[in-house]
């Protein structure tokens, strides 16, 4: 049962409001909370990479959530050429291969996604990846998770047709939306207006409501850069 301020982390941590939900959750009494909160905050952020090592380095290492911690963060020092590690993709691929034996299936969807993600971005290596993710919707799919599916068909999406990859967009967006994931809908927003034709009115629309509320919570990849 999650204790008051563990709710509320979650609730603020839905809403992008990363710095309120570290202060209200307590590292002590919710570590793993904690260390994801902090892990996300870098990656949509782009900022405070050092606070998110420390609480993931506070977890048991052993534990699945602490394995895949670990590789996110080397996944995400690649992805954004953050200070990468020369041993980054090692340790990505390691820790979401063992946070895939997880006893929780939920984990273990997840650390096939991620692992999925990591053979797209940075190996693109698109076959390999659809075999992950297609295992990873089985899980969401099968636990009728919406926000897990929202990942999922965000970066399956690029593996299909035109049509297909636009429907699988937008179902991507009302799924987000309808739980309430701020960051998460402003990031399928800008998903969509990039896979639509540049002439589209929807494409325009979703450029003008993603960017304000991208700069609001100061998605790094998402602002324009100089």
Not at 63 to 81: D, E, K
Not at 146 to 151: I, N, R
Request: aromatic share 8%; hydrophobic share 45%; glycine share 4%.
């Amino acid at each position: 049962m999650l204790t008051d301020d563990a709710y509320v982390a979650r609730r603020l941590h839905l809403l992008g409001e990363w710095d309120a939900a570290l202060a209200v959750v307590d590292p002590d009494a919710e570590p793993e909370l904690h260390a994801e909160i902090a892990v996300d905050r870098w990656f949509f952020q782009i900022e405070g990479h050092e606070e998110a090592e420390k609480a993931v380095a506070a977890l048991d290492p052993a534990s699945p959530t602490a394995q895949l911690l670990t590789a996110r963060m080397a996944y995400s020092r690649l992805l954004f050429q953050r200070d990468p590690r020369a041993d980054d993709r090692a340790v990505a691929e390691a820790g979401y291969r063992a946070a895939a034996q997880s006893d929780d299936e939920k984990q273990r969807g997840w650390a096939e996604y991620h692992w999925g993600v990591l053979l797209d971005n940075i190996d693109e290596d698109p076959a390999g990846a659809l075999a992950r993710y297609e295992t990873a919707l089985e899980i969401a799919t099968r636990s009728g998770d919406g926000y897990f599916e929202s990942y999922i068909i965000r970066h399956l999406a690029h593996l299909k047709e035109p049509a297909e990859r636009i429907a699988m967009l937008r179902r991507c967006l009302h799924l987000r939306a309808a739980l309430g994931a701020r960051p998460q809908t402003i990031a399928a927003q800008a998903a969509l207006a990039e896979d639509l034709p540049e002439d589209d009115p929807e494409r325009a629309e979703l450029i003008r409501t993603f960017r304000p509320s991208a700069e609001e919570l100061r998605i790094g990849w998402l602002l324009p850069t100089n």
